[in-house]
Structure formats: C-alpha cells, structure tokens
C-alpha cells in the first residue's frame, strides 16, 4: 500500500497541497482518541485544520482513511471532514483534515443524522470487501473482495480476531460451532454490499455549530449495513429520533434483533486484542448466546 509522499514538515504538506504557504501559528492537542495523536493546528492567515499523526507505519492506514472520507463524500449523503493531505515526516505519519466546530445535538439533527446514513447505506455496491486493507482501530483489518457476505464475515472479520487472539494466548470456547454454524443468522436474508462507516460508535458521529451531522474516523469496506447499525447500541450515544428516521428510510429486516450480537462480537474480540480486560468476558458470553441459537 502507497503510504504517501515524504514530507519535511506537515506544514510543508499543507503548503504543496493547498499551493499557498502554510505558517502554523498555533498548535493545541485534541482529546477522544487512544490509537493517534491528535491536534488542531492554525495559521497566521487564520486557515484551520485537524490533523492526526502515529508512527510511520501507521501511513498506510491513513491513507486508507483519507480514500474512505473521499468515497463517503462523493456519495453525497452524510458529511464528512475534507481530506487535505496525507503522508509522512522523517518520524511520523499523519492525515490532514478539514476542522469541523463541533456544536449540540437535538432531535431534528439526530433524525437528520439517522436519514443521512440510510441513504449512504441505501448505495448498492458490487462485491463485499474493499479496495484496500485498513484498520479498525490499531488493528489490521483485511478487505479482500468476495460475493459471499457469510464466508466474508466468517473469516475476515471473526475468524481474523479469533487468530489474533490467539497469539495473545487466548481461546474461547465453543468457538468451531459458531464459526461452523453462521449460516444458520442468514437462512432467510441476503443482505447487499453497502458502503459502512465500519467503526460507528457515538465518539465517531457529531453535529457542527449549526447542528448539522458529521461522522469521522471510518474503518471503511463493503457490507451489511446491519454491522454499522449493530454497533451503534454498543456503547450507546444514538437517541431514539435517530433510529425512527433510519428505519423509516430504509428499514431494517426482523432478524437485525438476533444479528446484532454477531456482529458486535467483532467488535468485542477487537476490543479484547487491543485493550484486554473485561471484553473477553463480554465476547464469550455472546458465543455462548449466539451458539444457543442452533445448538
């Protein structure tokens, strides 16, 4: 994967893209996240951007963001910050975005958030997968192209954190019959490729001054738009007005209720590999709940 041209400093990078010097006045660290170093950067002529750095072999994976805000944005149904420039200094990698001033939330917006995302996920793609491989938070995310959704979600998504586990010195149980027996969640549903967010939890959605809806921080690929929905009742943060105007744009099939603990187990074994702890706990108990389901 291209990981973007050497720059000697990120204001250099903003200057060769722009093609108007960019002299950094002022720079503040931005709280939220725990993979990347964040901050909003300034200059004198009072342009205003936000920009995220990690070490330098973390270039690819904001490449592969930046190509997910642009693809979200060509859709033209929820906005997204602007990509400015992305690539590398001597000792970081990094991604430059449009700063968006964040503001309040009300019912209006958050039902105009929940209607946004059912037309992105109203899209059609062709295949499930992606372009590129990228990352869900730190971890490597593989996105190869398939026409099977259940094989897909079996190895790609599960399986993959299964592994990864495992070099970790963790094993779950009952983990052969889950994997054995996903078809059982797709007897009467044949979902289609939809472009996801694919990391859609409350930190990774927002409203700017006006109240408008943004979303931000993708993990990006084509699938069931089940999977960014399911994730949005993890950690909570979504009101009710935005799950009615969803629904009422695309609604969602009955069998959502019994998916959704599938699809956030992925999320729970991804937890569990980046942070440990109590998400191991969490992800047994849905095997458990998702086995009983056939068993």
């Not at 190869?144 to 079996?154: C, G, I, L």
């Not at 149980?173 to 289609?192: A, R, T």
Request: proline share 6%.
């Amino acid at each position: 994967m291209n990981r973007g041209q050497e720059y000697p400093s990120i204001a250099d990078a903003i200057s060769d893209k722009t093609q108007v010097p960019f002299i950094p006045q002022k720079q503040k660290p931005v709280s939220g996240g725990c993979i990347n170093r964040a901050s909003r950067i300034q200059s004198a002529d009072g342009r205003d951007y936000f920009i995220k750095e990690n070490d330098l072999h973390f270039a690819p994976f904001f490449q592969a963001e930046a190509q997910a805000l642009v693809e979200i944005k060509k859709t033209q149904t929820i906005r997204v910050p602007e990509v400015i420039t992305y690539g590398q200094t001597p000792s970081s990698s990094f991604l430059v975005l449009e700063f968006i001033k964040e503001g309040s939330s009300s019912n209006s917006s958050s039902a105009q958030l929940g209607r946004n995302l059912a037309k992105l996920h109203s899209i059609k793609q062709t295949f499930f997968g992606w372009t590129l491989d990228n990352c869900i938070g730190a971890t490597p995310q593989p996105n190869p192209k398939s026409e099977n959704w259940v094989e897909f979600y079996r190895t790609h998504r599960l399986g993959h954190q299964f592994e990864l586990a495992k070099k970790k010195n963790k094993t779950f149980d009952k983990v052969d019959e889950l994997l054995d027996g996903i078809s059982f969640f797709f007897q009467d549903y044949l979902p289609h490729p939809s472009l996801l967010h694919g990391d859609l939890w409350g930190g990774n959605a927002s409203f700017d001054s006006a109240g408008n809806p943004f979303i931000f921080d993708p993990a990006s690929y084509y699938g069931d738009r089940e999977a960014d929905l399911a994730f949005t009742y993890m950690f909570g943060g979504f009101s009710p007005a935005f799950y009615k105007a969803y629904h009422d744009v695309y609604p969602l099939d009955p069998g959502f209720s019994m998916r959704k603990s599938l699809y956030n187990l992925y999320h729970e074994l991804n937890h569990f590999n980046l942070f440990g702890g109590g998400y191991a706990n969490s992800a047994q108990s849905s095997i458990d709940e998702l086995v009983a389901h056939f068993s």
